[in-house]
């Protein structure tokens, strides 16, 4: 069999294992779906609603077999003669010249955008599989995509299964009232299945590891930055690194730039991360459809700013006489405060923008002091935006100007249909809207991006407001101090219109400071959380800095092992506990350094009978003051016993021992170290070793007040380590630990980002070392309350919306 035939062979039997496991999976899906509507029967609610659930059941049981069949039948056909693709835009036009227009009815329009939503959320969970699946099957059928309409897309299963349902009888109704279940389901169908052909692909050597570079788009000028600006992310393949060729994408990507490849040095990124600059690349897909300046500028211009940047880093780091460090071009605008160039709004749009924002500051004037009245003002505020969408489109001059403002108001108005944040702080999200208007036309990179600092404000700002009672005018998570602190940033934001980025990014900065006094002084539930694990913090710093330190002091001098051992497991951390509650310079703690001078004395070979008598003389005292400070450190009386028997014995052998004395020389040396021990501590030479030792065990820190979490999950990969590192102050979560499952917000990270503490509503605190928190989030026993950023979720919704809908951009 020659290869193509071969090929050809495979990629068959490739999609007869996909749509068996399609097929298996529905006709397993009617079980599932019944107990849930089952469930929706049992549940209290009003009676109009009860009502409707039980006629929407009833049609269920009616018609759910015959929409079963005719979705394994639809599927069946499909895969034999294919799905005749509907008639284009331009087609219909011509048919029209010759014959009488007729209007779409609103349920084929309605049932188009449930399909949409459906195969969104299947994509949600897919889009790592089905890139591999595509770019095998690329491979093996010669193509450069796949076809519209493929039966490897998800928008083509969501359109089938929602004819099956038209045709069975269902109605729309039923499917809003088993909507949740439909989407999980057939979400994560639609991963086993991808999962099955690519497994079995790989059986079959097809791709084992795969790589995207053949599939990259390049313009004929084979210049850098013409390859990386024909490039727009998306376009040759799904959004999102592949599952079984994650490692192939950053490569691909530099390539693409004119980057060289530094796959070894790319930065590991989180699973939030990877979604969130998912969505942007998939927007700059769709808009860059309709508008084609948009995305190639955007991503030109971005592309470009970080070239430029990472030239400047290298020719520093040359000048330096140190190796050019290789940076990965996609995640280097995190860590640098890169400024991209800045093209300035048309002045009629901008005079536009000016008029518009202050309406809106006039507007939520009334409301400011009035939680009653946000509500309402909330809708007049949306009616308004409609109206100046209209006016500002006009203004513009360019069409990715009219795209970005349409951009724009669609992400602010699923801001504020948050029903999470209380009115009253929508209000003064809203109130952002055109300064983020102003930015985003003069800042291409704000739609290219995650880490706009305008985009940052909002996404830190909305995670701490958005709690469990939002509903209310004001929550529990939105107290007075932080939403007069929102307010304040919201106005100085507006006193500075044309300062672009830089505004942004001043109180940005501004409100995390304010997050960290917030939740240490302010917030009563919090700030005893929050003391407690700073002095925890500073107690294990302390205690890691002296046992480094003891280790260089006694690493040539002849001690038993015995105390050594003491000294640095348990001395060190008495020394620190001490420093922490009375001060480092405290007579306490000048005792408890006495008294390990006295032991490395104590222990060392004692050959005379003097010195023998004087260790005698001093072991009392010296015993008692060891004890008191054990107790202090909060080790129980049955380990001090242990220790100290310890300890006699190792003073025993000093005086058989057969080694040399200690010089009364190097003695007065050690006496006079340990007596300005902190002095000598690392300021940050040995950050790395502290970091690395901060993962102890902390679970002797245990109070009434907070619980610390020792353990549970399993050791976690570098993807959650990113992500445990990425969480902000502020955010809410859900965290399933000792049987409780309840809602905990962040209120503290440790100034090396090695310990967090989260806070339940009854103030309740929760200690995390990164690792095990990072092992939580792995098992998802911590999981945020919010699954998306609130721009990138509002960028999501704006999606959905340009799917059904995209010559929206441009009227």
């Known amino acids: ?28 899906l009617g079980k599932v ?59 219909a036009s011509g048919a029209n010249e010759q014959a009488a227009m007729s209007l779409v009815d609103d349920d084929t329009i309605e049932r188009e955008i449930t399909a949409s ?20 099957m690329q491979v093996l059928e010669k193509q450069d995509d796949m076809p519209a309409q493929d039966l490897l897309r998800a928008n083509v299963v969501a359109k089938l299964v929602l004819d099956a349902w038209t045709r069975s009888g269902l109605a729309g109704s039923d499917w809003q009232m088993l909507r949740t279940t439909l989407h999980d389901e057939f979400s994560q169908l639609l991963v086993e299945c991808y999962h099955e052909t690519n497994r079995w692909l790989i059986s079959q050597s097809v791709l084992p590891e795969v790589d995207l570079r053949p599939f990259i788009r390049r313009s004929h000028d084979s210049t850098p930055l013409a390859s990386a600006s024909a490039y727009v992310p998306g376009a040759g393949m799904p959004y999102g690194a592949t599952q079984f060729g994650a490692s192939a994408r950053s490569p691909q990507i530099r390539a693409a730039s004119g980057f060289p490849d530094a796959s070894a040095a790319a930065p590991v990124r989180s699973p939030a991360s990877s979604q969130a600059e998912e969505v942007l690349q998939l927007l700059q897909k769709i808009v860059g459809r309709q508008v084609p300046a948009f995305g190639a500028t955007a991503m030109a211009e971005t592309v470009a700013t970080r070239a430029a940047a990472v030239a400047s880093e290298t020719a520093a780091r040359m000048d330096a006489g140190s190796a050019p460090t290789q940076v990965e071009p996609m995640a280097f605008a995190s860590a640098q405060p890169v400024h991209p160039a800045t093209r300035p709004a048309a002045p009629r749009l901008s005079a536009a923008i000016k008029h518009a924002q202050e309406s809106l500051q006039r507007e939520s ?69 055109m300064p983020v208007l102003r930015v985003a036309v003069s800042e291409p990179d704000f739609f290219a991006t995650t880490d706009h600092p305008a985009r940052q404000l909002i996404d830190r700002m909305g995670a701490c407001v958005m709690g469990f009672s939002g509903n209310t005018g004001t929550s529990g998570a939105a107290g007075d101090p932080l939403e007069r602190e929102i307010k304040r940033v919201v106005q100085v934001v507006e ?21 960290d006094n917030y939740f240490k002084n302010e917030n009563q539930t919090t700030r005893h959380g929050v003391s407690l694990a700073q002095q925890v913090e500073q107690r294990e710093t302390l205690a890691i800095q002296y046992t480094i330190e003891l280790r260089k002091m006694l690493n040539e001098v002849p001690v038993q092992d015995g105390v050594r051992e003491f000294l640095f497991h348990i001395w060190a951390d008495v020394l620190a506990v001490t420093a922490v509650r009375t001060g480092a310079q405290s007579d306490n703690t000048k005792q408890m350094k006495r008294a390990a001078a006295d032991l490395i004395w104590s222990a060392s070979a004692k050959v005379s009978r003097e010195e023998r008598a004087e260790v005698i003389r001093r072991l009392p005292p010296l015993l008692k003051t060891l004890r008191d400070g054990m107790g202090q450190a909060g080790l129980s009386v049955d380990k001090q016993d242990e220790h100290v028997r310890g300890l006699n014995n190792a003073l025993a052998a000093a005086f058989t021992a057969k080694t040399a004395a200690i010089p009364r020389e190097r003695l007065d040396e050690l006496m006079d170290q340990l007596e300005t021990l902190e002095t000598m501590l690392p300021e940050g030479s040995e950050e790395a070793d502290i970091n690395e ?24 990969t570098p993807a959650m380590l990113a992500w445990a590192r990425e969480l902000q102050v502020g955010g809410w979560f859900m965290l399933d630990y000792r049987g409780r499952n309840e809602a905990v917000q962040l209120a503290w990270r440790g100034m090396r980002r090695q310990m967090a503490l989260f806070v339940t509503p009854t103030g309740r605190g929760v200690l995390f070392p990164l690792n095990r928190m990072a092992a939580f989030l792995q098992a998802g026993l911590l999981r945020p309350a919010q699954d998306e950023a609130l721009t990138v979720r ?18």
């Open 1 to 28: 069999m020659s290869a193509v035939a071969r090929n050809q062979a495979l990629a068959s039997q490739a999609r007869r294992i996909y749509i068996e496991s399609l097929v298996r999976g529905i006709s397993a």
């Open 33 to 91: 779906l019944n107990e849930a509507a089952a469930q929706l029967l049992l549940q209290t609610t009003e009676y109009a609603v009860m009502v409707a659930r039980r006629d929407g059941v009833q049609s269920w049981n009616r018609h759910g077999p015959a929409w079963l069949s005719g979705v394994i039948s639809g599927l069946r056909h499909a895969a034999v003669y294919g799905i005749v693709e509907a008639p284009t835009a331009a087609a």
């Open 117 to 136: 939503r459906l195969a969104l959320a299947m994509m949600d969970k897919a889009t790592w599989e089905f890139t591999d699946l595509r770019t095998r």
């Open 365 to 433: 004037v009334h409301a400011e002091g009035q939680p009653s009245a946000a509500p309402k003002l909330l809708e007049e505020i949306k009616t308004r935006n409609q109206a100046f969408k209209s006016v500002l489109k006009q203004a513009a001059d360019t069409p990715a100007e009219r795209a970005t403002i349409e951009l724009v108001a669609m992400m602010f108005q699923s801001i504020l249909m948050e029903e999470h944040i209380p009115a009253s702080v929508r209000v003064w999200f809203a109130r952002l809207q």
């Open 495 to 515: 006193a500075y219109p044309d300062t672009g980025r830089r505004v942004f990014q001043t109180v940005l900065t501004e409100f995390e400071k304010f997050l």
């Open 693 to 716: 030792l901060l993962v102890r065990d902390l679970s002797g820190h245990e109070s009434d007040g907070m619980e610390v979490v020792a353990e549970g999950g399993s050791a976690p």
């Open 794 to 811: 509002a960028t999501r919704n704006a999606l959905a919306k340009l799917d059904v809908d995209p010559s929206r951009l441009l009227n």
